[in-house]
Each structure stands twice: as structure tokens, then as C-alpha cells.
């Protein structure tokens, strides 16, 4: 087989096995030009983050406090991070949430500035129309 040279050219599920065997995608497997050992779960997933900021015209230096959340977040496994994404969405929500209802206590307040507002700016009759 491959080990041994009797196998210069494998064929696709050869190479499907070597590729789940190794715990890389048959692009890397493919790719003389990738290095040993292949990339982790979240080198990839950070890989891939910066591919879609780049598309998005999103990419450039990151603040420190941003690679700080980033370093923190590669950090936690697939559990830690499920449960971060839950915070971030509930005080998403929260804050959501808070916003609308102290839109709703400040509607009747900026409607009477509005219309306060319409009242100072109207043009007052004129003397040529009145007569």
C-alpha cells in the first residue's frame, strides 16, 4: 500500500480513510504544501473566522481587548463555549428587552416634545392673509 510505495496513486476512499484516520479534510490531505501536524478543531474554526471577516471587509487588527475575549474563548471546549453563546443571547435579550420597554415609558414624553416641537416651528399667519 502507501506505506510501503506499491500505491502511488490512491483512490478516493483511500484517501476518505486516511483523511478521517488523521482528523483532516481531503483538501488539507491533498495539499503537499501543509505542514505536519494538521490544524486543530479551533485553529480551523479560527481560520475560518478570519476568512469570513476578511470577505465580510471586516478584517485588520484586532484591539488587545479583543484578542483577549479571543484567546479566552479558543480556550474553552465545545460545553464552555455552548454555555458563553447562552449568556451572550439571554443578556442580548435582556438588554433588548430593557430598550423596548424604556421606549415604551418615553413614548408619550416624545410625543408631546414633537409635537411641542411642531408647535414652536409653525409660521405664524401673516398680516397679507388675514385681510
Known amino acids: 500500500m502507501l506505506e510501503n510505495g506499491k500505491t502511488l496513486q490512491p483512490n478516493v476512499v483511500l ?3 486516511l483523511a478521517r484516520l488523521y482528523g483532516v479534510d481531503l483538501d488539507w490531505l491533498a495539499d503537499e ?3 505536519w501536524p494538521p490544524p486543530t478543531d479551533a485553529q480551523t474554526a479560527a481560520q475560518m473566522v478570519d476568512a469570513a471577516m476578511a470577505r465580510a ?3 485588520g487588527e484586532l484591539s488587545v481587548e479583543e484578542q483577549r475575549v479571543l484567546s479566552a474563548w479558543r480556550s474553552l471546549n465545545d460545553r464552555q463555549r455552548l454555555e458563553v453563546m447562552g449568556y451572550i443571547s439571554g443578556f442580548a435579550a435582556a438588554v433588548n428587552a430593557e430598550g423596548e ?3 415604551r415609558r418615553l413614548a408619550p414624553a416624545l410625543a408631546r416634545a414633537e409635537q411641542k416641537h411642531q408647535t414652536e416651528h409653525q409660521q405664524p399667519p ?3 392673509r388675514a385681510g
Request: net charge negative.
Open 15 to 17: 484517501c476518505l480513510r
Open 57 to 59: 471587509g471586516l478584517s
Open 101 to 103: 420597554a424604556l421606549a
Open 126 to 128: 401673516s398680516a397679507d
Open 33 to 35: 504544501e501543509r505542514d
